[in-house]
């Protein structure tokens, strides 16, 4: 395995309400986004990530768990997930990332 210092950091970065081209390092004059602009600058930045299912708690918990709505039964907001599911966090904690 790799010494920690020489695999990547990885942080995810996402919210409600906000929509990509909003941003400084998108290229809107009005934006007050430095912190996000620097950042985009420093990190691999996906501009084409798609939400297999647009609402905001369904989307939580594909990224967490990396399936499908169908699959963790999560469709609308304010249903918790469940127990049992593998998540992002624990995926990266085998890995001996310090996660949270």
Same mark, same amino acid.
């Given at each position: 395995m790799a010494h920690l210092?020489?695999?990547p950091n990885v942080l995810i970065v996402f919210?409600?309400?906000? &929509?990509?081209?909003?941003?400084?390092?998108?290229?809107?004059?009005n934006a007050c986004t430095s912190g996000l602009?620097?950042?985009v600058g420093?990190?691999?930045?996906?501009?084409?990530?798609v939400s297999r299912?647009?609402? &905001? &708690?369904?989307?939580r918990a594909s990224l967490m768990t990396g399936q499908y709505p169908l699959i963790y039964g999560v469709y609308v907001n304010a249903v918790p997930l469940g127990d049992g599911h593998?998540?992002?966090a624990q995926a990266f904690?085998?890995?001996d990332?310090?996660?949270g």
């Open positions: 210092s020489q695999r919210a409600d309400q906000l &929509c990509a081209q909003t941003t400084g390092s998108a290229g809107d004059p602009d620097r950042l420093e990190s691999l930045n996906l501009t084409h990530a299912h647009p609402v &905001c &708690c369904a989307y593998v998540l992002i904690a085998v890995q990332y310090a996660t």
